[in-house]
């Protein structure tokens, strides 16, 4: 049993930063003017850089997300109410539809650079970057009512009715298809042409400008890297997975209002996928606005991507150009730092003595021999117990070659999926996942694909290593290390 204040719930394995985090923090605030209620403590840290340049465009980051278990069942149970609002429900969705209407004509390849050309020559810095950071933060609280975790609690109030995990499972998988399985189907299509010898080149191109933005993020906005990836998928074989919803017929008789619950979780885990490639691209967009302002003005281009919100907005808006204190306080932090948030206010700390306090006073360490445990995504009706060899996907700048390495009948462990992983997920005999719950893309995949899956261990990753024999128990959601 894990013994400490906040549960661990992210571990990255690649590159974040201050202009990331903050406003995924400050989501938790805003989250109160959806749903009446919020988590009241998160603590982020950033690990494991070691004496990195802030020019350095591709440094690797460790970033642990502490949140506190309690506040998490306080928003599931406000959640719970919240999906059963009509009035509440449909006005999400119509704040939903209108960022689709806005964003959709600006995410592609064009229109984004007319955006950055246009706030280079018209010195538009600031308006930009304050119009895309509220939208940005806007996203994510969106998206952040979509997280798996908190409909744990729904999920857990359903099945006091006697309903079935086979139930739950149909009735919280949309059938609708997502803008990635979209995405998956088309490259899927160029990638036969390809293998074929035919002329792929002008499609792919229109691929990469409607759906590029899916994958940026992995490769820290490398786009040569991006390329490269998607090329070497095609010459991967990959039927598609569609949307379905209809996994198994329904054992038990739903009621009117479980039966609404349960689908409006599968809609915000349709939402998630949309909502996804809409935070990407903004992300994308301000990362791009802030490093061409740093080289522009002679700074290292990684420097005020380390800087808070009301420290940028300060910069951009200034006539001062004197960066000597801007350029020491960046540096600091891409060394350390931590973002704090207590009591609807969110501090960072970039002094190790203050760090290692934190943590001591808000994370009271973990029992990694402890025995791991989730949540159970799918599990098919053959096999209660699955045994088999581990692979470890670490978050990295080579993923896509830790990708490649899976053999057929692995049990796959990682942080979380993404939905470019889609054709090498398919070689897993069963999927354990540090993240997730109910409406997250490996839930949903799993689901999709039919591979049995334990979702929201926080730990795996660190305890297993590849090689390791593990046996997930699909009852409990337990994982035993059973040899090295």
Not at 148 to 164: A, L, M, T
Not at 289 to 296: D, G, R, S, T, V
Request: proline share 2%; glycine share 4%.
């Amino acid at each position: 049993m894990t013994n400490h204040k906040l549960q661990k719930y992210i571990d990255y394995k690649a590159m974040y930063d201050v202009s990331v985090m903050e406003p995924y923090m400050a989501s938790f605030n805003k989250l109160k003017e959806y749903i009446g209620d919020s988590e009241d403590k998160v603590l982020m840290l950033e690990e494991g850089l070691k004496d990195l340049p802030i020019n350095d465009f591709y440094y690797q980051g460790r970033i642990i997300t502490y949140h506190n278990p309690e506040q998490i069942e306080k928003v599931g149970k406000v959640l719970f109410d919240f999906l059963g609002d009509d009035n509440k429900w449909n006005s999400l969705l119509k704040k939903i539809a209108g960022y689709e209407v806005e964003l959709e004509s600006v995410m592609n390849i064009q229109s984004t650079k007319n955006i950055l050309d246009k706030v280079k020559s018209e010195n538009l810095y600031g308006e930009i970057y304050s119009k895309y950071f509220d939208l940005y933060l806007e996203i994510i609280t969106i998206y952040l009512i979509t997280d798996g975790r908190y409909h744990e609690y729904s999920i857990k109030e359903i099945k006091q009715h006697d309903i079935d995990v086979e139930t739950i499972n149909r009735l919280t998988l949309s059938n609708k298809e997502s803008s990635f399985q979209t995405a998956n189907k088309e490259l899927n299509e160029i990638g036969k042409i390809y293998r074929e010898g035919g002329d792929w080149e002008e499609r792919f191109n229109v691929f990469l400008d409607k759906y590029i933005w899916f994958y940026l993020a992995d490769t820290h906005y490398d786009f040569d890297q991006v390329v490269q990836d998607l090329k070497l998928k095609l010459s991967i074989e990959n039927e598609p997975v569609s949307a379905n919803g209809n996994l198994n017929e329904p054992k038990v008789k739903v009621s009117e209002t479980d039966n609404k619950i349960l689908l409006r979780i599968a809609e915000l885990g349709f939402q998630r996928m949309e909502l996804r490639k809409y935070w990407q691209w903004i992300d994308y967009t301000i990362h791009t606005l802030l490093y061409n302002f740093a080289k522009n003005n002679g700074l290292p281009e990684k420097t005020l991507v380390f800087l808070m919100d009301a420290e940028i907005r300060k910069i951009l808006n200034s006539e001062d150009k004197h960066f000597s204190s801007v350029i020491e306080l960046a540096q600091k932090r891409s060394q350390l730092f931590a973002i704090f948030l207590s009591e609807n206010k969110i501090s960072i700390y970039d002094d190790k003595d203050e760090v290692d306090l934190l943590r001591k006073n808000n994370v009271l360490g973990e029992d990694l021999s402890a025995l791991l445990k989730g949540n159970v995504s799918y599990r098919n009706n053959e096999n209660e117990k699955i045994t088999g060899r581990a692979r470890v996907i670490t978050w990295s700048q080579d993923i896509m070659k830790e990708l490649n390495q899976i053999e057929e009948g692995e049990i796959l462990v990682l942080t979380q999926t993404k939905p470019d992983f889609l054709p090498f997920l398919k070689k897993a005999k069963a999927i354990v996942a540090d993240e997730g719950g109910v409406t997250s893309h490996v839930s949903i995949v799993s689901r999709e694909l039919k591979i049995p899956a334990i979702v929201g261990t926080r730990t795996a990753t660190d305890i297993i290593m590849t090689g390791n024999t593990i046996q997930l128990d699909m009852q409990s959601g337990e994982i035993s290390i059973m040899s090295n």
